[in-house]
Structures are given as structure tokens and as C-alpha cells.
């Protein structure tokens, strides 16, 4: 068998293989009415459809912790008995096909009140109908985005008691993996970068501040996340302004300070770091084939969390490689997934591995 296609175990929970689907935000939720954030026909098609592939996680897109949470009106949350019960149709459906299903919860900060990508991805005022007050570690706006106003105390601790509340109903309905979006500029990442975290409180300053909002909710939802079920977060592991990327110097979230990060987290119930970069700030991105797989490398070399690897991941030689050298333990594809939802299946033909689940017996004469 291939590495690719070998089983993991985290802590209860064993992954049919380390074909993984990373989250990928669809906004296409319903943005008035009893459906706001609730996921339908369309979410529950993008998903289940990866299962049937062969994905061995199926993990949501970003799934608000609140409303204000929501990167655009027509996000996904997980905030109320309508959203909860949703999931949990298609928790069991995934199931159905031998995946796993996991949740990624989040809160966009200064990058929330946003239109979807293909009408402009623009900042929406509070002024206008589905718009609404953006919040952020400081006063600091995201480009030519709306400019947050500076989250109080009452604030964050609030914010807190929203991550542990979707955890809970995370539970509930069924997911078996949480996973705490901390990367790509949005509130968790905000808060770690010291490009966006200009606090002068315990919450900002040194390493120590400006990681306590993650710690203190990554406790908070370990607490009552099961014992027997995995945590992940997601990093972004460098805002590439410094000595992350040549020629760039400013003060900034960098990948020496996402490992001594995940140093920190081992004693906190983390299971998996999802490694991805950027978000945060307007850079120029190096990208190009695994470009961000160094980073998951890092991690998985220095310190004793499991980590996974993203980035232009389109091939299978190229993820069995990834995958088989310990440079990560499991492959997240987006893109890739979007284009073949069967890439997974695919990938096994011609790694000549069996994948578990099986094909489905209606799909078996394509495979």
C-alpha cells in the first residue's frame, strides 16, 4: 500500500487515508430568513460528493461562530438549532459514504461584511442592508476594507463562549473533527500578527499577548470537545513580509513564530496542525507547486504535532511524495477537488493502491 492511502489514527478516529478535503467557502447560504447560514442542496451535494470520491476528511468550509463571524452574508455558521440541524444531514451522509466528517469554526474579524469573490469580494458598510460592524484585535483595516472597531474585553471574552457554544453543537451533530480556523487574516490570525495586533493589553504586544486569544479558546473548546475526538488548527504559518520571503522587512507573523506557536499547543490537546500561509496582509506570494509544503515540514520536524500539508497539491506522485518522506502525515486539496471530485480514486489507479471506501458500486466500472 501507499503512504497516501495507509490509514491514521488520531486519538479515537481513523482516517480511511490522507486524502483530505480542505475547507473551501462556497457562499451560497441563504442570506435572509430561517435559512441565514444554514447549509442546503448545494453544500450538502459539495460535500457528499467528495465523500463518494474517496476523500478520507471531509472538512466544511469556514462555519461562523456568530453572525457577525461570517466572512459574507451567505456563509455557513453554526450558531443555532436551524444551522445544527442541518449539519447533521449531512454529517450522517458522509458517514454514509466512509468519510469523515469535520467542521472548521471561525470568526472573520476585520475580513467579515464581505461580497463573494465573483461580485467584487469588497467590503460591505455597515450602512447598507446585509452589511454590519466589523470587529478586530485593533482599529486596523484590512486594505481598503472597512476599518474594524477595537474588540473589548466583553468582546473577547464573548468571542470565546461563541467558539465553545459551535463546538457543542459541532458535537451534536455528529462531526468528528473540530478544526479552529487561526490563518488567512482572519480573527485568530489577526490576532497572532503583529501587523493587525496593535493592543496594548494582554491580549497584544509580545509573543506571549498576542497567542492568548488562541490558547484561551483552544483550552475552552478542548474542555468539552471528547477526549476521544481530534483538534486541529489551522495556521497560517507566515504573513510573508519578512524573512520568510527575501528583500521584505516589517513586523509580521512568521514561520519561526508559528513553530515555537505549535510548540506551545502540544500541551494543549492539539492533535493536527493544517499548515497554509498568507491572508493577513496584502503580499506577493511566491506561488508555485507545493509552495507551501516547507512550512507543514517545519512543523512536522520541530515539534511533536502531526501536521498536514496544502498548497497546489494537484498531483499524486507529487502527494505520495509529500506524504511518504514525513514531510506531513495527510495531503488537504481544495482546487484540485473542486476541478475532479474523484481525484482520490483517481490518484489510487495510478499510485495502484486500493482506497478505502470502496467505489461506490454505480461509479465502479469508471475506476
Known amino acids: 500500500m501507499t503512504a497516501l492511502f495507509e490509514p491514521l489514527t488520531l486519538r479515537s478516529i481513523t482516517f480511511p487515508n490522507r486524502v483530505w478535503m480542505s475547507p473551501m467557502c462556497q457562499y ?42 461570517r466572512i459574507s452574508p451567505a456563509d455557513l455558521g453554526i450558531w443555532n438549532d436551524t444551522q445544527e440541524q442541518a449539519f447533521a444531514d449531512i454529517v450522517a451522509r458522509i458517514e454514509a459514504y466512509g468519510s469523515v466528517p469535520g467542521i472548521q469554526l471561525a470568526h472573520a474579524g476585520r475580513k467579515a461584511s464581505t461580497s463573494a469573490p465573483w461580485v467584487g469580494g469588497k467590503s460591505i458598510p455597515a450602512t447598507e442592508p446585509l452589511g454590519w460592524e466589523t470587529v478586530g484585535p485593533s482599529a486596523v483595516a484590512f486594505g481598503d476594507y472597512a476599518t474594524p472597531r477595537e474588540a473589548t474585553r466583553d468582546d473577547i471574552e464573548q468571542i470565546v463562549r461563541d467558539f465553545v457554544a459551535a463546538a457543542e453543537r459541532s458535537l451534536r451533530a455528529g462531526f468528528k473533527v473540530v478544526e479552529i480556523h487561526a490563518a488567512h487574516g482572519y480573527l485568530l490570525h ?23 486569544l488562541l490558547i484561551e479558546i483552544v483550552d475552552a473548546v478542548r474542555k468539552v470537545w471528547p477526549a476521544e475526538l ?92 509529500i506524504v511518504s518522506s514525513g514531510v506531513a502525515v495527510a495531503v488537504l486539496l481544495a482546487r484540485e477537488l473542486l476541478r475532479d471530485p474523484y481525484w482520490p480514486r483517481r490518484a489510487a489507479r495510478e499510485l495502484g493502491a486500493e482506497i478505502t471506501p470502496a467505489v461506490a458500486p454505480q461509479y465502479e466500472r469508471a475506476f
Not at 490576532?191 to 496593535?198: I, R, T
Open 230 to 321: 481530534p483538534l486541529f488548527v489551522r495556521v497560517s504559518a507566515t504573513d510573508w513580509l519578512d524573512e520568510d520571503i527575501e528583500g521584505l522587512d516589517a513586523p509580521s507573523w512568521t514561520a519561526d513564530q508559528t513553530v515555537a506557536l505549535v510548540q506551545l499547543l502540544e500541551d494543549h490537546g492539539v492533535d493536527l496542525i493544517d499548515v497554509s500561509t498568507g491572508g493577513n496582509v496584502r503580499a506577493k506570494i511566491p506561488v508555485g507547486p507545493g509552495y507551501q509544503v516547507p512550512f507543514a515540514q517545519r512543523i512536522q520536524d520541530e515539534t511533536t504535532v502531526p501536521a498536514a500539508a496544502v498548497g497546489m497539491i494537484t498531483e499524486p506522485k507529487q502527494a505520495e511524495e
Open 28 to 69: 451560497s447560504a441563504d442570506t435572509e430568513g430561517e435559512g441565514v447560514g444554514a447549509p442546503h442542496d448545494w453544500h450538502r451535494t459539495h460535500l457528499v460528493s467528495r465523500a463518494i470520491g474517496g476523500a478520507g476528511l471531509i472538512l466544511t468550509e469556514a462555519a461562523a461562530v456568530s453572525p457577525e463571524g
Open 190 to 212: 489577526q490576532f497572532l500578527s503583529p501587523a493587525s495586533n496593535q493592543r496594548t493589553d494582554e491580549y497584544g504586544g509580545d509573543f506571549t499577548g498576542r497567542t492568548r
